[in-house]
């Protein structure tokens, strides 16, 4: 199974600052990874999809960049409705597998 | 509007089954694949495995296979996991999740989540 290294596991970030989570796959999965915001009792929601696409209705703040192994997921400037847990997931091959998660918290 | 409603909280003893349906609205049912993840308590998200709702084809995480059972009733647009001989350790949140078939987008729609708790 391919395993993918989410980092940091907790950020502390203030409301404007620029964020960045990285997501690196034990193998190369062309750009098969999405990025997905969780808040707490809720599901999940899409951000971005095949690396780099945002999912319509998504802020622009939001962005992702990356292929084969390294990938990134840039908050702009966070706002306070961005203070979740991210996940990433490889969708590249069986099975699918999620990052260990990005708490980010307020400063 | 697009959404996945899913069952509620169930409560198991270990060594029983429990059924999750997720009933799907607002879409062709038979044009997504719907996907099952499942969230331990304080813990990340778990693939499990996922239906084709047109065809009624599964693929299931090895773990999980001869264990947990994808179906579907197209008649009535709704789809079900169902897991057996329950342990403590599949106290979970469990929710199905859409996705376009061929694979080109994300997991776009979410149910909300059913609580599963296996307690003697």
């Known amino acids: 199974a391919i395993q993918v290294t989410q980092s940091p596991s907790s950020l502390s970030a203030s409301v404007g600052d620029r964020v960045t989570i990285t997501c690196r796959a034990s193998q190369g999965i062309r750009n098969d990874l999405g990025w997905y915001q969780q808040t707490p009792g809720k599901a999940p929601k899409l951000l971005i999809y095949?690396?780099?696409t945002l999912q319509s209705g998504v802020p622009s703040r939001f962005s992702g960049s990356g292929s084969g192994t390294d990938f990134t997921l840039t908050i702009s400037s966070l706002q306070p409705e961005d203070f979740a847990t991210y996940y990433c997931?490889?969708?590249?091959?069986?099975?699918?597998?999620f990052g260990q998660g990005t708490k980010l918290e307020i400063k | 509007q697009v959404q996945l409603v899913q069952s509620g909280a169930e409560v198991k003893k270990p060594g029983a089954s429990v059924k999750v349906s997720c009933k799907a609205s607002g879409y062709t049912f038979a044009g997504y694949y719907l996907h099952w993840v499942r969230q331990a308590p304080g813990q990340g998200l778990e693939w499990m495995g996922w239906i084709n709702p047109k065809s009624g084809d599964t693929h299931y995480v090895q773990k999980f296979q001869g264990w947990v059972t994808m179906t579907r009733d197209t008649s009535i647009s709704t789809a079900y996991m169902e897991l057996n001989r329950l342990t403590s350790d599949d106290t979970a949140v469990y929710y199905c999740?859409?996705?376009?078939?061929?694979?080109?987008?994300?997991?776009?729609?979410w149910g909300q989540g059913t609580t599963v708790t296996v307690s003697s």
């Open positions: 999740v859409r996705r376009a078939a061929g694979g080109l987008y994300g997991m776009d729609v």
């Open positions: 095949a690396a780099s």
């Open positions: 997931l490889q969708d590249y091959s069986y099975p699918y597998t």
